[in-house]
């Protein structure tokens, strides 16, 4: 554990707001009614169950999601009709728990610093866990167009935060900057020698601020 992370986790414990719980996100169709809670249990069991074939298995079936799920394929078939809508509401789905674990972190209001690490974490987090899903999400979905570029946004003002708080240079490109660490979190989330959140998030984050170069290179 770095210095720097050592710090933020120090501070995050300090900051006084409600941080309890995982991200979540209702499991209901897209575009649907809301569900009752039984119908939710078995849509989210089907909607994990199609993360963990389809994640194995690209080609997979809607009758071993449904195996999977431990439910009936009809019961698969009346809730998605196709496996293309199961696709669909499973990318959806896993863009909204993206949103989520970004607003957990809290970007606009704690320290920036804490911020940063909190926020990569809990969207590594997302995209190791849901890797398929967050594969699958497509820009010419309105609802997951909407939520990324709110995402980028908050990115884009998070980072201004850190430049104004002294964590970046002032002379810092904020939207190239968002843009690298988009690139650093993508690499991080392909890792297949290290899964966890924290540990992927200090590698991010101190390569994002350190870079790989020594202090004072002009120097050698």
Request: hydrophobic content about 45%.
């Amino acid at each position: 554990m770095t210095s720097a992370y050592a710090f933020a986790m120090e501070m995050q414990s300090q900051a006084q707001a409600d941080t309890s719980g995982k991200p979540h996100g209702k499991a209901a169709p897209a575009g649907g009614r809301p569900l009752r809670a039984d119908a939710e249990r078995t849509v989210t069991a089907i909607l994990e169950a199609a993360e963990r074939t389809l994640g194995r298995d690209p080609a997979a079936t809607m009758e071993q999601i449904a195996e999977a799920a431990g439910v009936a394929r009809t019961t698969v078939h009346r809730r998605f009709a196709t496996r293309e809508v199961l696709v669909d509401a499973l990318a959806l789905w896993a863009t909204r728990r993206f949103a989520a674990a970004v607003a957990e972190a809290r970007p606009d209001t704690a320290p920036p610093l804490v911020a940063l690490y909190r926020t990569t974490a809990n969207v590594l987090a997302i995209k190791v866990g849901w890797g398929f899903a967050m594969s699958q999400a497509s820009s010419a979905d309105p609802e997951v167009a909407r939520i990324h570029a709110e995402v980028r946004e908050t990115c884009e003002r998070l980072f201004v935060r850190a430049r104004e708080a002294g964590v970046l240079r002032p002379d810092v490109d904020v939207p190239w900057t968002r843009q690298v660490y988009y690139a650093l979190i993508h690499q991080a989330a392909q890792r297949r020698d290290d899964s966890d959140p924290d540990a992927l998030a200090t590698l991010v984050v101190d390569t994002l601020l350190r870079g790989a170069g020594t202090p004072h290179p002009d120097r050698l």
